[in-house]
């Protein structure tokens, strides 16, 4: 997923406004929240490696490693371009359109545990999604090369605003800076339908193919919910920042 560093221009904006002008309550109200998301940030994440942990050691009846649940929802799906491959690394799992792969981490492509298989399910449904054009996925992979652009120049294009808005009171460059970090914005908020409906497509098909039963089902589908949780965290968090940004120049303006 890409990211914004929104730390780096928190830290431009503080250090680039004059403290004369101080700060409005809403933007120092929303950076405190930034602050609070990124701890709570820091909390899912810790939360989804402990479940990650205690449902890899839950083996299911059926024995089937990650990657074999994964080629077999591609065969059921009809699915039959999309590759299973190994990747190194915790939590890598990803679906490639470019190479058109599904790429499973150490800890999902050989194991047989109810965490494997909810991962690899949840990555065969973004090529489900792939195959049937689901319209987020769409947008969310032509958004790509733009926000790899904007989030490379946000930094330097707010810095050097941030700059010119004290010396010459022309908040241009600034606006542009946000629109940089609004793309990101909007990337993330596209993200979160697909990673919901990805998971939707895999608990679904994990229980009408009989590959996990019974108590294991909520285990998938709470190992999943806490990997959806990271992505709203950061589309709170991307949002965040972009309002913070947006007080801040309008603050500077007055």
Not at 38 to 57: D, P
Not at 120 to 143: K, T
């Amino acid at each position: 997923m890409i990211q914004l560093p929104l730390f780096a221009l928190l830290q431009a904006g503080y250090h680039t406004a004059p403290h004369a002008a101080g700060y409005s309550a809403a933007t120092t109200g929303m950076f405190l929240l930034i602050v609070v998301i990124g701890i709570a940030g820091f909390a899912v994440q810790a939360r989804l490696k402990s479940v990650f942990r205690k449902y890899s050691e839950v083996p299911f009846p059926g024995g089937l490693t990650g990657a074999q649940v994964a080629e077999k929802m591609l065969r059921d799906n009809n699915i039959h371009n999309v590759r299973v491959t190994h990747v190194p690394g915790q939590l890598t799992d990803h679906f490639n359109p470019q190479t058109m792969t599904v790429n499973l981490s150490d800890a999902v492509y050989a194991s047989n545990s109810v965490a494997a298989a909810a991962v690899a399910a949840h990555e065969c449904g973004h090529a489900v999604q792939h195959a049937q054009g689901y319209a987020p996925l769409v947008l969310r992979s032509q958004l790509v090369p733009v926000v790899s652009f904007s989030s490379r120049m946000a930094t330097w294009v707010i810095l050097i605003g941030l700059g010119i808005l004290s010396a010459t009171q022309n908040a241009l460059l600034c606006w542009i800076g946000v629109g940089m970090i609004a793309m990101s914005a909007l990337f993330s908020l596209v993200t979160l339908p697909v990673e919901y409906n990805a998971s939707a497509r895999a608990l679904v098909w994990l229980e009408s193919s009989r590959t996990i039963q019974g108590a294991q089902v909520a285990q998938a589908r709470q190992a999943l919910g806490w990997a959806a949780r990271t992505y709203l965290v950061a589309a709170l968090s991307a949002i965040a920042s972009l309002l913070y940004y947006v007080f801040l120049i309008l603050g500077r303006r007055d």
